[in-house]
Antibody, heavy 118, light 110 residues
Framework: QVQLVHSGAEVKKPGASVKVSCKAS????????IHWVRQAPGQGLEWMGR????????NYAQKFQGRVTLTRDTSISTAYMELSRLRSDDTAVYFC???????????WGQGTLVTVSS | QSALTQPPSVSGSPGQSVTISCTGT?????????VSWYQQPPGTAPKLMIY???NRPSGVPDRFSGSKSGNTASLTISGLQAEDEADYYC??????????FGGGTKLTVL
């Protein structure tokens, strides 16, 4: 069965960077986009960007351009999201999600809580 | 890219029907049939309920249905059940090759 498993929770100081991983299993990793979506406490979902695992091509939301970098390692079926210059309002749960070939998000990881605090 | 507009909350009694709207623009909902809906109970990851406006993934009850007219998409839940209580989000692909979510709607089953 399709599974997306995140790395563990992180606590970072303002100005630092964080790198979250998402390990895929149960399907051909290179055959589907991976998206990253975040959710601040008590808030809605916010799309950050997506990566094409086959060739590394990326699209980012304008809001995160220059601060977020999506990468992947096809040898271990893992996608990564790195967010730099962290601020307190970056405190959120960060989800990876598979694109189900219909421009939707058909499988989601359990999410990684990133807390930014001095 | 501005978020799609959803009502903050809706409610209904068991057995009733409720409809959640999702209003975008000609840059997203109005141009593409790439609208999807997600259910998110508290403390869990979202779950895909509807894709491409009106299609249900395997395992989603047929009580859930979707439609679209112009720049507004809608999710209708008929025969409400207590287990349907959750937050619901719409999403659309955009002309900028990005995706955008709605602000979310909290469904309360009275």
């Amino acid at each position: 069965q399709v599974q997306l498993v995140h790395s563990g929770a992180e606590v970072k100081k303002p100005g630092a960077s964080v790198k979250v991983s998402c390990k895929a299993s149960g399907y051909t990793f290179t055959g589907y986009y991976i998206h990253w979506v975040r959710q601040a406490p008590g808030q809605g979902l916010e799309w950050m960007g997506r990566i094409t695992p086959n060739n590394g091509d990326t699209n980012y939301a304008q809001k995160f351009q220059g601060r977020v970098t999506l990468t992947r390692d096809t040898s271990i079926s893992t996608a990564y999201m790195e967010l730099s210059r962290l601020r307190s309002d970056d405190t959120a749960v960060y989800f990876c999600a598979r694109d189900g070939h219909g421009y939707n998000f058909d499988y989601w990881g359990q999410g990684t809580l990133v807390t930014v605090s001095s | 890219q501005s978020a799609l507009t959803q009502p903050p909350s809706v409610s209904g009694s068991p057995g009733q029907s409720v409809t959640i709207s999702c209003t975008g623009t000609s840059s997203d909902v109005g141009t593409y049939n790439r609208v999807s809906w997600y259910q998110q109970p508290p403390g869990t990851a979202p779950k895909l309920m509807i894709y491409e406006v009106s299609n249900r993934p395997s395992g989603v009850p047929d009580r859930f249905s979707g439609s679209k007219s112009g720049n507004t998409a809608s999710l209708t839940i008929s025969g409400l059940q207590a287990e349907d209580e959750a937050d619901y989000y719409c999403s659309s692909y955009t002309i900028s090759s990005t995706w955008v979510f709605g602000g979310g709607t909290k469904l309360t089953v009275l």
